[in-house]
């Protein structure tokens, strides 16, 4: 890969391990070549690092691969999914998925990254709907105001909603950022 083929959101291999590059600058001084500033952020561990390349260096392409699989089942420490295809089944750490492990809904289907066959990233549906476990019932009335309340769905993950859900009704929630997104039907 080419220096001039960097632009921001293009994953590239650096030192044997895919970055994404999340801010780019490009810079032509008055004599000498042309500098090509980058912000990179390591797909695998979440580290960020800063680097300048010129314009003679050449970048790898990481063998990335994409696939949709969704959801099965969850066992032990692992995450249990299977390919909507040929129906093989891949175990994924608990600890890959971080927070988004609440988000999960059987059957849900999902994109998996792989970096030279392991995989590296999950990304689940935009949305999800979940049934409202436990929270403080809300004042009658109180529909004018933003205020919020802490709720739980089943699994335990806490957020807040509006005073107007109850405990039983079905919302939305975003998974990229685990927030309410609306109240799907009552209880």
Same mark, same amino acid.
């Given at each position: 890969?080419?220096?001039?083929?960097?632009?921001?959101?293009?994953?590239?291999?650096?030192?044997?391990?895919?970055?994404?590059?999340?801010?780019?600058?490009?810079?032509?001084?008055?004599?000498?070549?042309?500098?090509?500033?980058?912000?990179?952020?390591?797909?695998?561990?979440?580290?960020?690092?800063?680097?300048?390349?010129?314009?003679?260096?050449?970048?790898?392409?990481?063998?990335?691969?994409?696939?949709?699989?969704?959801?099965?089942?969850?066992?032990?420490?692992?995450?249990?999914?299977?390919?909507?295809?040929?129906?093989?089944?891949?175990?994924?750490?608990?600890?890959?998925?971080?927070?988004?492990?609440?988000?999960?809904?059987?059957?849900?289907?999902?994109?998996?990254?792989?970096?030279?066959?392991?995989?590296? *990233?999950?990304?689940? &549906?935009? $949305?999800?709907? =979940?049934?409202? %476990?436990?929270?403080?019932?809300?004042?009658? @009335?109180?529909? #004018?105001?933003?205020?919020?309340?802490?709720?739980?769905?089943?699994?335990?993950? *806490?957020?807040?909603? &509006?005073? $107007?859900?109850? =405990?039983?009704? %079905?919302?939305?929630?975003?998974?990229?950022? @685990?927030?309410? #997104?609306?109240?799907?039907?009552?209880?």
């Amino acid at each position: 890969m080419d220096v001039s083929d960097l632009k921001k959101g293009i994953k590239i291999e650096l030192d044997g391990a895919p970055w994404a590059v999340t801010d780019f600058d490009f810079m032509k001084p008055g004599k000498g070549q042309a500098m090509y500033r980058c912000r990179l952020k390591n797909m695998i561990t979440g580290s960020t690092l800063d680097r300048t390349f010129r314009a003679v260096d050449k970048i790898g392409k990481p063998d990335l691969e994409e696939k949709e699989m969704f959801y099965s089942y969850s066992e032990g420490d692992f995450f249990v999914f299977s390919d909507s295809e040929t129906y093989e089944e891949m175990r994924i750490e608990k600890s890959k998925l971080g927070t988004q492990a609440y988000f999960l809904v059987e059957n849900a289907e999902c994109k998996i990254l792989f970096f030279n066959g392991s995989p590296i *990233e999950v990304t689940l &549906p935009v $949305f999800i709907q =979940k049934i409202i %476990v436990d929270t403080e019932p809300g004042a009658r @009335g109180d529909t #004018a105001t933003n205020v919020m309340k802490p709720a739980k769905i089943d699994n335990g993950y *806490e957020l807040a909603v &509006p005073l $107007f859900v109850n =405990k039983g009704d %079905v919302i939305k929630i975003d998974t990229r950022t @685990g927030l309410y #997104a609306e109240r799907v039907s009552k209880a």
